[in-house]
């Protein structure tokens, strides 16, 4: 099966590499790429002051080894155990122990953190808000999903088709949308935490979450 994936950046990337990007990214070192072409374009636009390319590729699946993680509390926890918001020592080496095998997968597939959404987590991280109230809160939004490529054969099924460049007025116009869609994120939060306030656990008691599965 062949997808069409973007990448958005300030630079032109015909060459990616696996072990690329930053440390405590969501789901670790990668090359994160998306079928979303206006996330790529966010992405591209982050940076005011340099210049924004989508890069667009051919992804020929076939063969192609991934990890797919849904809106839960999995999903949650691995994004924490990468940004290495794990302070629990028994729940960080239970997390080592689930996540010793990532190597085996070529992707990892699963919902991207916005500004939004990291607003959201970081209240769940600190004890804010319970994992309830996360959930909900989360699963509000409109969600994009993120590929991140963790393996040499991952990336040599990737054939860079072209880059497109973003000019200032598209840079305005993405900024502009993130703000609006954050406005709106804000009214529902108002509801959801009347709804749900301070049903379920908070982020200190989730060493009794069975995260085994």
Partial sequence: MNLIVYHGSDNIIDKPKHNGGRNFSDFGLGFYITTNIDMAKDWASRKKDRPAYVNKYLFNTEGIKSLTFDLDINWILFIAYNRGLILNKE?????????KN????????????????????????????????????????????????????????????KKIELDDIDKEYYASEIKAKKD???KKMKFIRQKYGKIGKYFDEIEEVDISG
Avoid: W
């Fill in 102 to 161: 990532l190597n085996e997968y070529d992707i990892i597939v699963g919902p991207t953190v916005d500004d939004r959404m990291f607003d959201t987590l970081n209240m769940f991280f600190s004890n804010t808000i319970t994992l309830e109230h996360c959930l909900q809160s989360l699963n509000s939004m409109d969600l994009d999903i993120q590929y991140n490529v963790k393996s040499s054969e991952g990336i040599n099924a990737l054939l860079h088709i």
């Fill in 184 to 186: 709106i994120m804000n």
């Fill in 91 to 99: 729940l960080k080496e239970l997390l080592q122990e689930k996540y």
